[in-house]
């Protein structure tokens, strides 16, 4: 094997800097004289994305997003994905895929809440280290992120989140610190924001003191894309790897500043190391050969994606409407019906290999003369993007000049756009024009918004603009204007003359250009009492509504937790017209459900990755029970999570550049224990049968360590997922903490009448609190409580072990 600690001292010190930032957005460049290999990265974390257009780009795999797994329960599971991720990242020519995303939902309207597993740490750690084990067990890098106390993505590129140690250390460093220490990873992804005023990647005490003093890290910090903003201090603080590149804070300017000394030749080198390390684990060292995407579809991929969506599926309420009984005739209603929701937006989208809706499942199971189909109302964010034969004018700079280049555009929709030879993503505009014709008659409303300015000319009349008033808004990850929008009534067939010109312009933090024309019609009343109508004649109603991936994305955070557009609305009316209502609901986290009196039963599906609609319709027929339990409780109200009670702006989305973290421990469950419980609980989940618990036999000594056991038996008369929960109520601790924490949990799989035993181990730590004073973890002495349920608020036995006072490193 090479000896990278050799091949360093053969790098000077411009090809160790060289090392330390990327060459372009996804690759380091190798070493061509010392026949080092270039370093492939990608996207992430819900598939290997490569390297391509986000949208657009080489097929590949599309899994659950993280909430999605997060309600599976199952490391086991977690493993194998991973396992599958290595494959696909392969495929795209990478050894490192950007994932997984670790940050906890500290409340229910962060944009990425989707991406994000858990409110907890544990269930975030331990699902986590399955998945990092899978993932470089087949030899492709894990890159945690976004380290650390990335909750909220409004501003997330210049505020700080104001958090006390303890704060960090018992909530959200947690996952990060198991992940190093119980799998090894070998890669980190610093955050955007600061942390209690210093940037994630300049900040020495979290990245050398926390992470390889405490933790005993050895791989590699990157920073996220465009997120460092220092030569010097980054550098000094330990973050290894600038992305993307070409570099802005490193090359010469480094080099400088190691020789002016600001810099040590030993960080440098250091640095570098880490580098090559990481290229030897991933054995990429040594290869130079191009990197190549392809696109593979495995049919185990998709059996694996599918169960996963099974596993994920979270039962929320059933008065016996679920599983659909053998004969019903099912009206199949919603904007979410017909278009298959997979996953979430920002850079952990792709282009999918399938999207199977839910009325795609349930047609492959089902004889189409049983399902009926309304579509309801919308719940676009942006009108549905304009399709059809456009011509595009490519123009260098502004519109002024003749057009370098020509084509033909089908969507106009475009993200970094690969426009042609000369041009640069980031200084031309096109001019697009063409044709819209309405199939049907109706208002339409156009809708664009861009990264850039932009304006609207509808039968050569400019109709709207973010040209001259353009201001920045909530799209393209802070860089775009918020939506423009304006109306026509069209009749069936009448065609309109489209011209949209688009222009780039300076950016502020992230270097992103795009833009969205969309039209759709609007939906109102009639349509909501059309879909009444078809429900009132089937037997059952299933209404599939919920959010997209321009809801739940990246780059902004939600405005209420409450379903958009009609949605409501549509609910209400079909249940009062059908004989059963069943809500299938997706969405990337809570919503408010002012209907859930009204209906029969509620699934929550999230977005379960490309097989999605097979999923659903296991789920729905029977065929299996869902497995999913909720990795965040679900609040009735905004209002009821508490990092938007008391001081609202300063704990979020936070003032004057801060967001302070002032709720401390008392996030998710550990609030709603304290007041305003939630309307379902975290960890809470029905299935379609009963499991009975034996009781606890509680082997744990007095430093801590130990078990605990229990039979549980399926005791009804499907197959199902039972899911053990094991909570600890601490002694009493010269600190406040909260009522009761989960540390373990078990799921097991049983057939009917069949029995397993539940294990859950316990460690010293998981009875600790964080001592910063005395800087070590601390057990009180005394009696702790053993809670065993299944939900943060359904305990069905409870133990008390003794435990003596210990004091643990760091
Ligand atoms: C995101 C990262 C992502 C990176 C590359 C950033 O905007 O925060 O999670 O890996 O872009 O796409």
Redesign the pocket.
């Known amino acids: 094997m090479t000896d990278i600690t050799t091949l360093m001292d053969e790098l000077t010190l411009d090809e160790q800097v060289s090392l330390m930032a990327g060459q372009d957005m996804w690759n380091v460049g190798g070493i061509e004289r010392l026949g080092i290999g270039a370093l492939r990265v990608t996207?992430?974390p819900n598939g290997a994305r490569g390297g391509g257009d986000f949208v657009h780009g080489t097929h590949s795999a599309a899994f659950p997003v993280g909430i999605a797994l997060g309600a599976t329960w199952d490391p086991d599971l977690m493993h194998q994905i991973g396992g599958a991720l290595a494959l696909e990242t392969r495929d795209k020519g990478a050894s490192v895929l950007?994932g997984p995303?670790i940050n906890l939902q500290r409340g229910p309207l962060n944009g990425r809440n989707f991406e994000c597993y858990s409110e907890d740490p544990v269930l975030t750690a331990k699902l986590t280290v399955s998945y990092v084990q899978g993932l470089q067990a087949a030899g492709v890098a894990a890159t945690l992120?976004?380290f650390v106390a990335n909750e909220s993505e409004i501003r997330r590129t210049v505020n700080s989140s104001d958090a006390d140690e303890r704060t960090l250390r018992e909530l959200y460093l947690v996952p990060f610190e198991r992940a190093v220490k119980e799998a090894g990873a070998w890669a980190i992804?610093s955050a955007?924001n600061r942390i209690n005023g210093t940037y994630a990647a300049d900040n020495r005490w979290l990245l050398t003191e926390v992470l390889r003093g405490d933790w005993g890290f050895d791989g590699l910090v990157m920073s996220?894309?465009f997120g460092l903003r220092s030569t010097v201090d980054g550098a000094i603080a330990g973050l290894d790897l600038e992305m993307p590149g070409p570099t802005i804070q490193r090359g010469d300017k480094l080099v400088e500043a190691v020789r002016r000394g600001d810099v040590p030749a030993e960080l440098v080198r250091q640095a570098a190391l880490n580098v090559l390390r990481l290229l030897e684990r991933t054995g990429t060292l040594r290869d130079t050969t191009p990197r190549r995407e392809v696109e593979n579809e495995r049919p185990e991929t998709r059996a694996l994606i599918r169960e996963a969506g099974v596993q994920s599926a979270v039962l929320l309420k059933n008065d016996g409407a679920l599983p659909l009984s053998d004969s019903a005739r099912i009206a199949v209603i919603g904007p979410n019906a017909r278009t298959a929701r997979v996953m979430g937006g920002?850079?952990a989208q792709l282009n999918a290999y399938r999207m199977v809706s839910p009325w795609d499942g349930l047609a492959q199971v089902l004889p189409e003369d049983r399902l009926s189909y309304a579509e309801g109302c919308t719940n676009e964010r942006f009108s549905p993007v304009l399709e059809g034969d456009f011509t595009r004018e490519w123009f260098k700079g502004d519109l002024s000049g003749d057009p370098v280049a020509t084509d033909t555009v089908h969507a106009l929709h475009a993200f970094m756009a690969d426009g042609p030879e000369g041009i640069d993503p980031l200084d031309h505009a096109v001019r697009i024009t063409g044709r819209f014709t309405a199939p049907e008659a109706g208002t339409w409303r156009f809708g664009f918004h861009s990264a850039g300015r932009s304006r609207l000319f509808l039968d050569g009349e400019e109709v709207a603009e973010a040209w001259d008033s353009w201001a920045r808004g909530r799209t393209f990850?802070e860089e775009g204007c918020d939506p423009v929008t304006v109306e026509r009534d069209l009749g069936a067939g009448q065609s309109i003359e489209i011209a949209f010109e688009f222009a780039t312009h300076p950016t502020h933090d992230?270097h992103v250009s795009g833009y969205h024309l969309g039209v759709g019609r609007v939906l109102g009343q009639a349509e909501i009492d059309r879909a009444a109508d078809i429900a009132a004649e089937a037997d059952v109603a299933l209404v599939c509504v919920g959010r997209s991936a321009e809801w739940d994305t990246?780059g902004w955070d939600l405005p209420d937790m409450t379903l958009p557009g009609l949605q409501d609305r549509l609910v209400e009316a079909v249940a009062a017209r059908a004989p059963r209502t069943i809500v299938l609901l997706q969405t990337g986290g809570p919503v408010a459900m002012p209907w859930l009196d009204r209906v029969d039963a509620v699934l929550q599906g999230w977005y379960p990755g490309q097989e999605a609609g097979q999923a659903f319709a296991d789920v729905l027929t029977g065929a299996r029970s869902p497995g999913g339990r909720l990795p965040q409780s679900f609040p009735t109200r905004l209002d009821d999570a508490l990092t938007f009670s008391g001081t609202p702006e300063v704990t979020y989305p936070g003032e004057d550049g801060h967001v302070r973290y002032d709720e401390g421990l008392y996030i998710g469950y550990r609030h709603h224990a304290r007041s305003r419980p939630a309307a379902f609980p975290f960890g809470f989940g029905l299935g379609y049968t009963d499991f009975a618990f034996g009781k606890p036999e509680v082997r744990v000594k007095p430093d801590g360590t130990g078990d605990l056991r229990l039979t549980v038996t399926n005791t009804g008369a499907r197959e199902g997922a039972a899911v053990v929960q094991l909570y600890i109520a601490p002694a009493a601790a010269p600190v406040d903490r909260p009522e009761a924490e989960l540390k373990n949990f078990a799921k097991l799989s049983l057939a009917p009448g069949d029995s397993g035993i539940a294990t859950l181990a316990l460690a010293a730590r998981d009875f600790a609190w964080f001592d910063g004073d005395r800087r070590c973890w601390a057990i009180a002495p005394g009696e702790y409580t053993l809670r065993l349920g299944t939900s943060a608020t359904d305990i069905f036995a409870t133990a008390a072990v003794h435990l003596e006072g210990r004091d643990l490193p760091l």
Do not use: V
């Open positions: 996207d992430g950007l995303t992120k976004h992804m955007y996220d894309w920002g850079s990850f992230l990246e």
